[in-house]
Each structure stands twice: as structure tokens, then as C-alpha cells.
């Protein structure tokens, strides 16, 4: 994500870092270019105006103009200016003082609300909360029976009265049914449609009068750049939105959507969608991608996901067979499961400081591979696993076939395990040094 913006305002900053002093003029001249950087990602004009003119007002200040690394100053007016612009700090979602918690998902349709209101749900059940799908799209088809999959997927309840009575009973019917099953936080999926009408506003108008939400999350599809933010500004008006979730940002190149919303609705972004998956919905901290846009990376992130995956008797059981050297191919695939819960390589590398997030754009990361590692490995026989010297030709022929692969590929993965055996065993008796943070073996 942010791609472009990033090189574009890498380029900007490189005639700043050319000159040892900087003059007035340099300055401008300098957030010339990052103005025209902005206004590429699709950064709404109102906001590109109001930052640049900020930035240069602070950084021809003597403050900067006067100082040894007048260039890493500007850097850091940038990155403040542009966390500002976002929100400043992270906004948590409102908790009711009474439950249930009712949150009103909106949002044109296709924009992401019903499978992130399954995310959102399923991120609250991990927190310990009792959430509730309440099914109010009565009108697109197979949208009750998406959210229903959706629910059933993340092990949510799904209150439906199916797709004949009206939006706005089944939305109060929802919360008495949270009220009676213990259900604290109720999710209501909206109607949504291909672009804003009067018919729509109407209703959720109707459902917000009828259930006095906590929240109305306003789900907007953060590819559509400028649209977005015109979709989240005329939303807010009629609505009064608490908060946006940008989905698809991990797909957004640009970064005008996340730059602009927050100037121009005046509510905060709350959460951003990363992906596909059922999982991959963060909340939205302004000040860490303000540093990924800036190639700064994102470390925080990066030790939350490393911190989520990790499991600590895996890592004591790890370090046992390390030491006796006892360590199988069923172990070797348990730390590939483990880097998969982190999520694919390219985002991951992409929060590494100095990376930029395009960088990989052209790299062969194949994350197949791990898909057929796991294949290979669990065609093989136990006896196999614990013991790999005993897989000769004909196994090999054996396990290609069963895992669909060929016998190179069963060679190669053969080889690697054999190069982290002999790796592991130089850390455990103290030849590389001390090492800490997870073992390392080929990818």
C-alpha cells in the first residue's frame, strides 16, 4: 500500500538531503514536489492545501533553516503533519457503560460491511465479548445467507426474521434477542447500495432512531480514492457517523482515502481492512502509517503480529528438541504455521524500517511453497517424519505423488531440513553465538 506516495515523496525529499543548508526557497521549492505527490495519490485538494502550507510555515522556521540536518527536520514536520492529518492517535471503539453495545454497519454496497462486520465480530470475540450479527439487508440476494456463513465461520450468532419484514424490526427484534441470550456488543448489517440515495439514507435514519446506537461505522472502499471520501462526507451528514473502516488498503497503492477522510469528515478512521481473510482487520494508528508512508516501517505492528503468533510452550518445547536434537519434520512444520499466522511475506517485510513498501514489487516470493511443504510433509509416514534418513527413491516417488509434487520438490525441502538440523544444532551448542527471537530455516 502507498506505493506511489512513498516514492514520489522519497524523490521530494532527496532535494532536501542534497543541500548541507536550506534557504526559503529550497523549502518551497521542495513542497512543490510534495505537494504534486499528494495530489497524484488522490489526496483531496482542501487537505493538500491546508498540509503543505503547515509544513512550509514550520519548516522555514529558523528552528529548521538554522539547524545541522535541516533535511531530517523537514522528514519529521512531514511525519507529524501527515499522523495529524489522520487522526493523531488511535480511536477505539466505544463500549456501551450498559449492554449490549449496537453498532450500525453503513456503506454503499460492495463496499465491505457485511464480512466486516464478521471481522469486527470476530475480533471482539477474541477480546471476550459475546457479539451478535443482526441481518437488516433484506434486499440484496443471498446477502442474509452471506452473513450467515460469515457467522458461522467465526462461531458468531446470526439473528435473521428472513428478507419480508422490515429493516428496522429486525434491528430492534436483534437487540431483545442479544438482551434475553446475553449477547453484549450486536452488529447491524445494513442495506447498501450502488451509489447514494434517498431511499437508503431513509432507512438508516430510521434504524438509528429506532435503536440508539453506540456507533455507525461507515465502511468505505478505500481503492476508490477520492469517491470514497465523497461518499464518506455525505454519509456523515445525514448520518452523523462515529467512525470509517477503510477495507482493500493493503491493495491501495495510492493512499488518498486514508489521507483524506479524517480532514474532511472530522470523524476518525477506526479500523482498516488488510485482506481477504476473516482476520486481517487492524485499528487504525495514524502515527504508524504515517511512518510506513514515509519507508520509516512499522515495528509496532510487526511485534504485535510476531507476538500474536507466538506461542510460548511451543517455543520452550522447541528449544528442548534443540538441545537434544531430537527436532522432526513435524516440528519444522509447526514454524511454518507459526510465520503464517503473521501474514504473507511481502506485508510483513514491508513494516521492516528502510523497506520500502513497494520494494518486493518484483521479487518471486512464492507462498505456494509453503503450501506445498506442508503437502510433502504430512504425505509422508510418522516414521518418516521423525526420521527423514530412512526416505529413499522409492518413497520420494511415494511422497511426490501423495502431495502432488514433484521429486525434486521433495528433494529440495529434504535438503533445507537437513541445513536448519545442522544450523539449530550450531546454535544449541553455542558455535553462532547467542541468537534469541525464533530459529532460522530457509523460506
Given at each position: 500500500m502507498f506505493g506511489n506516495l512513498s516514492d514520489k515523496l522519497s524523490q521530494a525529499f532527496k532535494k532536501f538531503r542534497s543541500k548541507g543548508k536550506l534557504t526559503a526557497a529550497d523549502v518551497k521549492e521542495g513542497m512543490r514536489e510534495v505537494k504534486l505527490a499528494l495530489l497524484e495519490a488522490d489526496v483531496n485538494f482542501m487537505v493538500v492545501k491546508s498540509f503543505v502550507k503547515t509544513v512550509t510555515d514550520r519548516a522555514v522556521g529558523s528552528e529548521v533553516l538554522e539547524s545541522l540536518m535541516p533535511a531530517q527536520q523537514i522528514i519529521k514536520i512531514v511525519n507529524e503533519e501527515l499522523c495529524a492529518i489522520m487522526g493523531g492517535e488511535v480511536s477505539k471503539l466505544t463500549i456501551a457503560s450498559k449492554p449490549p453495545t449496537v453498532i450500525i454497519m453503513a456503506g454503499l454496497q460492495g463496499a465491505g460491511k457485511t464480512t466486516h462486520a464478521g471481522k469486527l465480530a470476530g475480533l471482539l470475540k477474541k477480546q471476550g465479548k459475546r457479539p451478535l450479527l443482526v441481518a437488516c439487508d433484506v434486499y440484496r440476494p443471498a446477502a442474509i445467507t452471506q452473513l450467515q456463513v460469515v457467522g458461522d465461520k467465526l462461531g458468531v450468532p446470526v439473528f435473521t426474521m428472513g428478507d419480508k419484514v422490515s429493516p428496522v424490526k429486525i434491528a430492534k427484534e436483534g437487540i431483545k434477542h442479544a438482551e434475553k441470550n446475553g449477547n453484549d456488543v450486536v452488529f447491524i448489517d445494513t442495506a447498501g447500495r450502488l451509489q447514494i440515495d434517498e431511499d437508503m439514507m431513509d432507512e438508516l435514519c430510521d434504524i438509528k432512531k429506532a435503536v440508539n446506537p453506540t456507533e455507525i461505522l461507515l465502511v468505505v472502499d478505500s481503492m476508490t480514492g477520492q469517491v470514497a471520501v465523497d461518499v464518506a462526507k455525505t454519509f456523515n451528514e445525514k448520518l452523523d457517523i462515529t467512525g470509517v473502516i477503510l477495507t482493500k488498503l493493503d491493495g491501495d497503492t495510492r493512499g488518498g482515502a486514508a489521507l483524506s477522510v479524517r480532514y474532511i469528515t472530522g470523524k476518525p478512521i477506526k479500523f482498516v481492512g488488510m485482506g481477504e481473510k476473516l482476520d486481517e482487520i487492524e485499528p487504525f494508528y495514524p502515527d504508524r502509517m504515517a511512518s510506513r508512508i514515509l519507508?520509516?516501517?512499522?515495528?509496532?505492528?510487526?511485534?504485535?503480529?510476531?507476538?500474536?503468533?507466538?506461542?510460548?510452550?511451543?517455543?520452550?518445547?522447541?528449544?528442548?528438541?534443540?538441545?537434544?536434537?531430537?527436532?522432526?519434520?513435524?516440528?519444522?512444520?509447526?514454524?511454518?504455521?507459526?510465520?503464517?499466522?503473521?501474514?504473507?511475506?511481502?506485508?510483513?517485510?514491508?513494516?521492516?524500517?528502510?523497506?520500502?513498501?513497494?520494494?518486493?514489487?518484483?521479487?518471486?516470493?512464492?507462498?505456494?511453497?509453503?503450501?506445498?511443504?506442508?503437502?510433502?510433509?504430512?504425505?509422508?509416514?510418522?516414521?518418516?517424519?521423525?526420521?527423514?534418513?530412512?526416505?529413499?527413491?522409492?518413497?520420494?516417488?511415494?511422497?511426490?505423488?501423495?502431495?502432488?509434487?514433484?521429486?525434486?520438490?521433495?528433494?529440495?525441502?529434504?535438503?533445507?531440513?537437513?541445513?536448519?538440523?545442522?544450523?539449530?544444532?550450531?546454535?544449541?551448542?553455542?558455535?553462532?553465538?547467542?541468537?534469541?527471537?525464533?530459529?532460522?530455516?530457509?523460506?
Amino acid at each position: 500500500m502507498f506505493g506511489n506516495l512513498s516514492d514520489k515523496l522519497s524523490q521530494a525529499f532527496k532535494k532536501f538531503r542534497s543541500k548541507g543548508k536550506l534557504t526559503a526557497a529550497d523549502v518551497k521549492e521542495g513542497m512543490r514536489e510534495v505537494k504534486l505527490a499528494l495530489l497524484e495519490a488522490d489526496v483531496n485538494f482542501m487537505v493538500v492545501k491546508s498540509f503543505v502550507k503547515t509544513v512550509t510555515d514550520r519548516a522555514v522556521g529558523s528552528e529548521v533553516l538554522e539547524s545541522l540536518m535541516p533535511a531530517q527536520q523537514i522528514i519529521k514536520i512531514v511525519n507529524e503533519e501527515l499522523c495529524a492529518i489522520m487522526g493523531g492517535e488511535v480511536s477505539k471503539l466505544t463500549i456501551a457503560s450498559k449492554p449490549p453495545t449496537v453498532i450500525i454497519m453503513a456503506g454503499l454496497q460492495g463496499a465491505g460491511k457485511t464480512t466486516h462486520a464478521g471481522k469486527l465480530a470476530g475480533l471482539l470475540k477474541k477480546q471476550g465479548k459475546r457479539p451478535l450479527l443482526v441481518a437488516c439487508d433484506v434486499y440484496r440476494p443471498a446477502a442474509i445467507t452471506q452473513l450467515q456463513v460469515v457467522g458461522d465461520k467465526l462461531g458468531v450468532p446470526v439473528f435473521t426474521m428472513g428478507d419480508k419484514v422490515s429493516p428496522v424490526k429486525i434491528a430492534k427484534e436483534g437487540i431483545k434477542h442479544a438482551e434475553k441470550n446475553g449477547n453484549d456488543v450486536v452488529f447491524i448489517d445494513t442495506a447498501g447500495r450502488l451509489q447514494i440515495d434517498e431511499d437508503m439514507m431513509d432507512e438508516l435514519c430510521d434504524i438509528k432512531k429506532a435503536v440508539n446506537p453506540t456507533e455507525i461505522l461507515l465502511v468505505v472502499d478505500s481503492m476508490t480514492g477520492q469517491v470514497a471520501v465523497d461518499v464518506a462526507k455525505t454519509f456523515n451528514e445525514k448520518l452523523d457517523i462515529t467512525g470509517v473502516i477503510l477495507t482493500k488498503l493493503d491493495g491501495d497503492t495510492r493512499g488518498g482515502a486514508a489521507l483524506s477522510v479524517r480532514y474532511i469528515t472530522g470523524k476518525p478512521i477506526k479500523f482498516v481492512g488488510m485482506g481477504e481473510k476473516l482476520d486481517e482487520i487492524e485499528p487504525f494508528y495514524p502515527d504508524r502509517m504515517a511512518s510506513r508512508i514515509l519507508g520509516m516501517g512499522d515495528v509496532l505492528s510487526l511485534i504485535e503480529k510476531a507476538e500474536q503468533a507466538y506461542d510460548e510452550k511451543k517455543a520452550a518445547e522447541l528449544e528442548r528438541k534443540m538441545r537434544e536434537e531430537t527436532f522432526t519434520l513435524d516440528d519444522y512444520l509447526d514454524q511454518f504455521n507459526q510465520i503464517k499466522k503473521m501474514g504473507s511475506l511481502d506485508k510483513l517485510l514491508g513494516m521492516i524500517p528502510g523497506m520500502k513498501p513497494n520494494a518486493l514489487k518484483d521479487a518471486k516470493i512464492d507462498e505456494k511453497a509453503m503450501a506445498h511443504t506442508e503437502a510433502i510433509i504430512k504425505s509422508m509416514t510418522m516414521a518418516e517424519r521423525v526420521n527423514p534418513d530412512i526416505i529413499n527413491a522409492s518413497r520420494k516417488r511415494r511422497i511426490a505423488a501423495g502431495s502432488g509434487t514433484s521429486v525434486e520438490a521433495v528433494n529440495k525441502l529434504l535438503k533445507q531440513f537437513d541445513q536448519t538440523r545442522k544450523m539449530m544444532k550450531q546454535i544449541a551448542s553455542g558455535k553462532m553465538g547467542k541468537r534469541g527471537g525464533g530459529f532460522p530455516f530457509p523460506i
